[in-house]
């Protein structure tokens, strides 16, 4: 099997269980079938964090007892159930609790140690040409889910059946990571060392005190602000009068465009500085949420606003955490990441739903806009800390 098919089964294989995360932004609609409201979609996505972190943390001690791919395998299965077992739920018991679990546990590995295997594919000089095309495909499955589930649900069928159909494709996915087990592994390059995963407190500390801790933190910050928006954009669009399809095809059509459109570029010679703006674009699309009033124009400029600075930085970001990591704790630096991720993207809608209910959505825009101007003030200090080194 050549390389270039390699890839493309195993980018195959991330979107088709990128789909899940797409499908949490419709837990309120699902929830409201059952009188659920958007408190009680935070409290469900707090255990998933749960759940996600402890995975993350032991993704490692798993990839080195049983393989990475093997995991990966497996964390296509986990989300399989949990997607069914979302679909015949009838209300708050064991069965949502089940889910928002095996959601956290197959996530958070898929989450992880994808980006790790793709480290042992990839030389830093093409790192971010790799991570653009895994960020396109996982936000392709990311934003196009809603999509499919609202045309789901315009011929007829329920939210409960999209739930259904993405499980098929996440168990699809499943076996795909099985079936490549072989072929990565012997199309891995010499020039990415692969290191032992295990992650511990003093391997954490030791990745906080090097210049890995950047990248560590600014992800929390732009989860959160991911979260924010797009976890309850079916509240923003009914408090608006719009269809929250129309943002999620807008802003994945857009994602991927920037994605693709970042496929070729390695990073340059300031991408803190590229990351910045791009964040800051982000900020003034949280804030250009609140004088839609209605218009669907608007809406769609906010889509593609926050696509534009969220969906282009976020690849070079990752890439970056990947390049700063300390020699020998690329793997570990990864998985932190991914778990300060996770934190803002399933910690977060706690605190989002409660100012939805409390305070109203105006006071979650604005809390997401400031969120995002810190992360793109971090990566500019940087930029500018390396313009002193290096004058």
């Known amino acids: 099997m050549s390389r270039s098919t390699v890839l493309a089964l195993f980018f195959l294989a991330v979107f088709l269980q990128s ?42 001690h798993l990839a080195d007892a049983f393989g990475r791919m093997a995991v990966l395998g497996g964390s296509g299965f986990s989300i399989s159930v949990a997607l069914f077992l979302y679909s015949v739920a009838g209300g708050p018991g064991v069965a949502l609790v089940m889910a928002s679990v095996l959601i956290g546990v197959g996530w958070g590995l898929m989450y992880t140690l994808a980006p790790v295997v793709l480290t042992r594919l990839s030389g830093a000089a093409d790192r971010v040409r790799f991570f653009s095309l895994y960020a396109v495909f996982m936000m392709a499955g990311f934003g196009l889910s809603p999509v499919y589930a609202s045309w789901l649900e315009a011929a007829g069928f329920g939210i409960r059946d999209a739930f259904r159909m993405v499980a098929i494709f996440c168990a699809a996915s499943g076996g795909v990571f099985l079936f490549l087990r072989g072929p990565l592994a012997r199309h891995a390059i010499a020039e990415a060392p692969d290191t032992r995963s295990s992650m511990s407190l003093g391997i954490v500390v030791q990745i906080m005190r090097s210049r890995g801790w950047l990248p560590v933190v600014m992800v929390f910050l732009g989860a959160s602000v991911f979260a924010g928006v797009n976890n309850f954009q079916t509240s923003i669009a009914k408090a608006e009068g719009l269809d929250y399809a129309d943002y999620f095809l807008a802003y994945t059509v857009t ?9 070729g570029y390695s990073g340059g010679a300031s991408p803190y500085r590229i990351i910045a703006w791009l964040q800051y674009v982000m900020a003034g699309s949280a804030l250009l949420f609140l004088v839609i009033e209605g218009s669907q124009a608007v809406y769609i400029a906010c889509a593609v606003l926050f696509a534009v600075g969220y969906g282009a930085s976020y690849p070079i970001l990752v890439a970056m955490a990947a390049n700063d990591a300390q020699d020998g704790l690329v793997p570990q630096t990864l998985q932190l990441f991914s778990l300060t991720y996770f934190i803002g993207i399933f910690g977060f809608p706690y605190i989002a739903g409660w100012l939805i209910v409390e305070r109203g959505i105006p006071t979650l825009l604005i809390v997401v806009a400031v969120l995002a101007a810190v992360e793109a003030t971090m990566a500019l200090r940087r930029h500018r800390a390396g313009l002193a080194r290096n004058p």
Do not use: Q
């Open 19 to 60: 789909g899940t995360y797409g499908l949490t932004f419709l837990l309120p609609d699902l929830f409201a079938e059952f009188g659920g409201d958007e408190k009680d979609v935070g409290a469900m996505l707090t255990i998933t964090a749960v759940a996600t972190l402890a995975t993350v943390y032991c993704s490692g």
């Open 255 to 263: 994602t991927v465009a920037c994605r693709l459109a970042f496929a």
